[in-house]
Every structure is written in C-alpha cells, then in structure tokens.
C-alpha cells in the first residue's frame, strides 16, 4: 500500500524558514514525478513545487526564488525548503506522486497525482 507522510510544519514568524520533509512506502517512488501542493483555509489547492524523476523542477511564481524541492531516492524522502516565509503561504501542504513511472514531463494540476499524503500545517505569523 502507498503511504505518503509529511511533516515539519508549524508556526514560524514572517521571514522564517521551515523545511518540510514527506516519507514515502509501499513502492520506489524514484521513477515517479513528485509534488507540493497548499490548501489555504476557504481556497482551493494550489500548486508549490514539482521534480521530476530526472531532477527537474518547476516552481509556481508566488514561491520562485524562495522555495526549493528536493529528493533524497535513497531515503524515498522529498524535501520542500521554505525560506523567507510570508503570511500568505499559509495552509496546510501536501506531497503528492504521481501513479506512472517516467512519465516526461512536470504536472501543476492536482488531478496528475495519484497518491496523496495527510498534509501538515503551515502557519506564517506577521
């Protein structure tokens, strides 16, 4: 069974850093392009920060320059590193994969994503 299983959110002023960190079992996810999305309270889900299996990314243009996807394949670990925080990122932030090994490309819809995790909350104080 896929499991996907975040944490490292929490409460940070505006300015802060956190890093997020999701965990993945049940299968390699190494092949599989991986995600960030945020659901902030009475808004829709919205697209982060995506890599793919080669080590590319892409990044929405409310968080370019200040936050960085990574992946750790031996550790089947993905990494969101939020630095210079503002109260607008605020929500709860979810991981999220992709069901079709390498595929090409990297996907911002919600709906190219198979397997989703539980999501852990970010709050931005100001």
């Known amino acids: 069974q896929v499991q996907l299983v975040e944490s490292g959110g929490g409460l940070v002023q505006a300015g802060g850093s956190l890093t997020l960190s999701c965990v993945a079992s049940?299968?390699?996810?190494?092949?599989?392009?991986m995600a960030w999305f945020r659901q902030a309270p009475g808004k829709d889900y919205e697209f982060v920060a995506a890599?793919?299996?080669?080590?590319?990314?892409k990044y929405a243009d409310s968080v370019k320059g200040r936050f960085t996807i990574s992946r750790d394949t031996a550790k089947s670990t993905l990494y969101l590193q939020m630095d210079s925080l503002k109260p607008e990122d605020t929500a709860v932030y979810y991981c999220?994969?992709?069901?079709?090994?390498?595929?090409?490309?990297?996907?911002?819809?919600?709906?190219?994503?198979?397997?989703w995790g539980q999501g852990t909350q970010v709050t931005v104080s100001s």
């Open positions: 890599i793919s299996w080669s080590g590319d990314s």
């Open positions: 049940g299968r390699t996810f190494s092949p599989y392009v």
């Open positions: 999220a994969a992709d069901g079709v090994s390498y595929r090409v490309g990297i996907f911002t819809t919600k709906s190219e994503y198979a397997y």
